[in-house]
């Protein structure tokens, strides 16, 4: 019986975009892989959804962004008369592809609580994964990914302070989120887009557009990212996580998905997963691509009514969304004061110190608008010299380059203090 021919050529409807074309084979096969599927089912904003109910939208369609966003730039470049072959045009489109095939649960919220390896590690070994199964179709996409490969602009269009991830997502949270001061005019910024001596930069005209794009994404940061309230709800997530596994390597039972209870129960290193480690007759690598948001909400829901107090108040505080009072200073909160909230949790809830550690959290978290350490926003200009952003902007941009520090408490709601 004659196999049936697939039509892999489509047609994906975008609420941000709009159309986007998927006209490559390998794109198409990649994006029906379980591990890309697998993104429809972790959040963007991880748990930002508890204060923008909007923010619903997943690394799935993310990425489906990027991919159109970098097809645009690889029209815009051949245009300027820049060399990029099919071959190359079809490698950095697999690279920002998967460029977040690694992300966790919840994308960054459990990222160092859960496996303690960064999500870019992860990537780089599922799509040396997928290469093998593809029969190295994806090399040199891996090559990009890794800046690599002798044209080291392909890999800024990836992974640079003006990737396309980071336009589509400044674009798509704000889409998502209802605030407004993400949007940014991302049509423009790519039309701008140029290559000088190897490196992506932007032409002169376009340089509105970069100001723009540096303060919409300092003002995501603090507005969404880094909001207070989606703060207090990350926190308590972490410490979910962390209570939990204590419980588990103590002995006591923990309900957690067969997956989920591999990470919960052990902890592992790079190595663990470059080597292949096989855990419970399966490749490490696999029971993390087996992990999506549902492991942890359908375990989170189940530890609302377990033996132990502090998960039990914690799952709850999650699930039902009563979530901590958050706490936001310009400078670190005073001993004395952290000394008082630790004080009161244990005499409201009567738990020891060790305990109370749980039911509240304070730290600092920072941001930083522009890196002028790491890669540059070149700006061309006329005469063919190219200036960074900060030197050819006619406003003074030393406040996006500085690192913001903003320090937190988050204890319950319920503590009154005088």
Not at 155 to 166: I, Y
Not at 343 to 358: D, H, L, P, T
Request: glycine residues 4%.
């Amino acid at each position: 019986m004659a196999s049936i021919q697939r039509n892999k050529k489509k047609i994906i409807n975008d609420p941000v975009f709009g159309f986007i074309n998927i006209q490559s084979d390998l794109v198409f096969d990649l994006l029906e892989h379980p591990y890309f599927q697998r993104l429809r089912r972790i959040k963007q904003l991880g748990l930002s959804f508890l204060v923008f109910p909007g923010a619903n939208h997943t690394r799935f369609e993310h990425t489906l962004g990027t991919v159109y966003l970098m097809s645009q730039a690889i029209s815009v470049l051949r245009l300027k008369g820049h060399e990029i072959t099919e071959e190359e045009a079809d490698a950095v489109t697999l690279a920002i592809l998967l460029h977040d095939i690694g992300h966790g649960p919840f994308s960054h919220v459990l990222e160092n609580a859960l496996v303690g390896i960064p999500h870019e590690e992860i990537s780089l070994l599922l799509m040396q994964e997928l290469n093998r199964e593809f029969d190295n179709q994806l090399e040199m996409a891996g090559l990009i990914f890794q800046n690599k490969y002798p044209k080291k602009f392909l890999h800024q269009l990836v992974s640079s302070q003006l990737d396309m991830d980071r336009l589509d997502y400044l674009v798509r949270d704000s889409f998502f989120t209802g605030v407004a001061e993400g949007v940014v005019g991302i049509d423009r910024i790519i039309k701008m887009l140029d290559v000088w001596n190897d490196q992506l930069v932007v032409e002169s005209k376009g340089i509105y557009s970069i100001e723009k794009f540096l303060i919409a994404r300092r003002l995501m940061y603090w507005q969404v990212y880094l909001h207070k309230t989606v703060l207090a709800a990350d926190k308590i997530l972490i410490n979910i996580l962390k209570r939990a596994r204590e419980l588990g390597l103590s002995g006591q039972t923990v309900f957690a998905t067969p997956s989920f209870r591999v990470f919960l129960e052990r902890n592992f290193t790079l190595d663990d997963f470059r080597n292949n480690l096989q855990v419970e007759g399966k490749p490490l690598i696999r029971h993390f691509a087996s992990l999506d948001d549902t492991d942890i909400l359908a375990s989170v829901k189940a530890w609302e009514s377990h033996p132990d107090k502090i998960l039990s108040l914690l799952a709850n505080a999650l699930t039902n969304r009563k979530l901590f009072a958050a706490k936001i200073a310009e400078r670190p909160f005073s001993a004395t004061r952290i000394a008082a909230v630790q004080k009161e949790v244990c005499r409201f809830y009567g738990v020891s110190k060790a305990e109370a550690s749980y039911l509240f959290m304070h730290g600092e978290v920072s941001n930083r608008a522009y890196s002028e350490q790491n890669d540059h926003i070149l700006i061309l200009g006329k005469s063919g010299k190219t200036k960074d952003i900060r030197q050819a902007s006619d406003i003074d941009l030393s406040a996006l380059s500085k690192t913001v520090r903003k320090f937190y408490l988050c204890y319950p709601k319920e503590l009154v203090f005088n």
